[in-house]
């Protein structure tokens, strides 16, 4: 089947949707007014990933090398070769897209792509027909209406990742993904942190007991959390800026260097003309539904402009469900198995439904805890602090959510999104051999704990 679909966007959603649609014979068209691999791969994931590399490896060395008799003298770190590194990084990857997509034979047109038609994209001034349409425009960062944060200083994820040089005091307003990553960062190279959350606990999408884990983790590292808060305002006096906090008790007068405001994202949608061609639009984003076709046929929308969880991995899999479904397959959008991962020190991942969300959805819960104190090679790592929480229902002892912190989190989490997507038994966790020693043997234990039969735990 030869078909002909143009994709606006460039990013995890719309490159990974050109390419799935190119392995099915599909006649592709990227339209991307920046850089190949969106927001992820140039100011997301990628690039934060890669400060958060530099700062473990920097307090690997300074606090706990002499621990285990590795000794460095004047430890130290240049941060604009740590920013040079992460530059580099970002380069090869967008320039492996690139690559990617040039030899599946798919054209790139960098420009604003607009739909003036079910059928027609306008971009640089040529109309593209199409059998189809992408949409997988992305997100940016959302400014929350308080007064101030238009000043010098007031920054985004985006300008924190191009800090000229490191504040010695940072406010961070936000506890999520992004808030508490940026903490980690920011602590680890000794900046002073202040996170202002208005939820009552960080972290509100992660298992409480796991977050409250990473809370007390990052504040052995200085970082101070006001929970609860609201940040009713921002002036600024002498280059520095001075916040206004309330927590419901009392209000704070914090004086910082630099405020990061990472309240949320919302989807790029403006001036692509969906409406106008009568796409159905909630909350500022298209409706789509499960095979990610809007209301208009033939025009489906995916990734962070659409989507219910703004994920790159999820834009990708979506990306994929959508351009399957263009070229005639029949593939609804599976949520179920997907995962979360926070790149902190210690790490979180979690995968399915938290302790509190299993029993609201009305299920007999079983909890299995194993600490990675326990564990050999979390032992050997000098990563103790962390814990594997496996969530199941009584009646089948079915799987229903996994959730780490600490150890190599973020690796291991593809364990409890496959136990999901099969349905999969504590049984069948426990009865497949894990291997010795790794941090991955402690989730068999943790399952293996949910009866009180933990190999590795004394008896109680």
């Known amino acids: 089947m030869s078909k002909k679909i143009v994709v606006i966007g460039g990013g995890p959603g719309g490159y990974v949707a050109a390419i799935q649609a190119a392995h099915l014979g599909a006649s592709v068209t990227v339209i991307e007014k920046n850089k190949l691999g969106g927001t992820c791969l140039n100011a997301g994931c990628i690039p934060t990933k890669v400060l958060l590399h530099s700062a473990e490896l920097y307090s690997a060395i300074k606090n706990e090398g002499p621990e285990i008799g590795i000794f460095a003298d004047n430890i130290r770190f240049d941060w604009q070769a740590i920013l040079n590194r992460k530059t580099a990084v970002v380069s090869q990857l967008v320039d492996g897209v690139e690559g990617l997509l040039r030899s599946h034979g798919i054209e790139k047109i960098v420009a604003e792509g607009r739909v003036v038609a079910p059928n027609i994209v306008e971009?640089?001034?040529?109309?593209?027909?199409?059998?189809?349409?992408?949409?997988?425009?992305g997100s940016e960062p959302a400014m929350p209406p308080i007064p101030g944060l238009d000043?010098?200083?007031?920054?985004?994820?985006?300008?924190?990742?191009?800090?000229?040089?490191?504040?010695?005091?940072?406010?961070?307003?936000?506890?999520g993904v992004i808030g508490v990553e940026f903490a980690s960062v920011f602590a680890s190279f000794g900046v002073a942190v202040t996170v202002v959350e208005m939820l009552p606990r960080i972290l509100p999408n992660v298992d409480a007991e796991i977050a409250a884990i990473l809370r007390a983790s990052l504040e052995a590292?200085?970082?101070?959390?006001?929970t609860a808060a609201k940040l009713n305002g921002v002036a600024q006096s002498d280059g520095e800026l001075k916040l206004n906090i309330s927590d419901g008790r009392e209000e704070i007068d914090l004086t910082v260097d630099k405020l990061l405001v990472a309240t949320g994202r919302r989807p790029c949608v403006k001036g692509l003309g969906l409406e106008e061609i009568g796409v159905e639009m909630a909350r500022g984003r298209p409706v789509v539904n499960g095979r990610l076709e809007t209301s208009v046929r033939r025009v489906y929308a995916i990734g962070d402009c659409a989507s219910k969880i703004m994920l790159a991995h999820v834009a990708s899999r979506e990306g994929e469900v959508a351009a399957e479904n263009i070229m005639g397959r029949d593939v609804?959008?599976?949520?179920?198995t997907v995962p979360s991962a926070i790149y902190t020190s210690p790490a979180v991942s979690s995968v399915g439904l938290s302790e509190e969300d299993a029993r609201d959805a009305g299920?007999?819960?079983?909890?299995?805890?194993?600490?990675?104190?326990?564990?050999?090679?979390?032992?050997?790592?000098?990563?103790?602090?962390?814990?594997?929480?496996?969530?199941?229902?009584?009646?089948?002892?079915?799987?229903?959510?996994?959730?780490i912190v600490g150890g190599p989190a973020t690796d291991m989490i593809g364990e409890g999104g496959l136990?999901?997507?099969?349905?999969?038994?504590?049984?069948?966790?426990?009865?497949?051999?894990h291997a010795?020693?790794?941090?991955?043997?402690?989730?068999?234990?943790?399952?293996?704990?949910?009866?009180?039969?933990?190999?590795?735990?004394?008896?109680r």
Request: charged letters at 25%; a negative charge; zero cysteines.
């Open 151 to 175: 000043l010098e200083g007031v920054i985004t994820s985006d300008g924190a990742l191009s800090l000229d040089s490191l504040p010695k005091r940072v406010a961070i307003a936000g506890g």
């Open 123 to 137: 971009a640089d001034g040529e109309k593209i027909e199409a059998d189809a349409i992408i949409i997988a425009t």
């Open 436 to 459: 010795h020693p790794t941090v991955q043997e402690a989730v068999a234990e943790a399952a293996l704990a949910t009866f009180g039969k933990a190999i590795h735990l004394p008896k």
């Open 332 to 336: 609804v959008m599976d949520y179920k």
């Open 221 to 226: 590292k200085g970082v101070v959390f006001h």
């Open 419 to 433: 136990a999901l997507r099969l349905e999969a038994t504590l049984d069948e966790i426990v009865t497949t051999v």
């Open 363 to 403: 299920y007999r819960v079983r909890v299995g805890r194993f600490p990675l104190m326990a564990n050999g090679k979390s032992l050997i790592a000098g990563d103790m602090n962390g814990l594997i929480k496996i969530v199941s229902e009584e009646k089948y002892d079915e799987v229903l959510g996994l959730h």
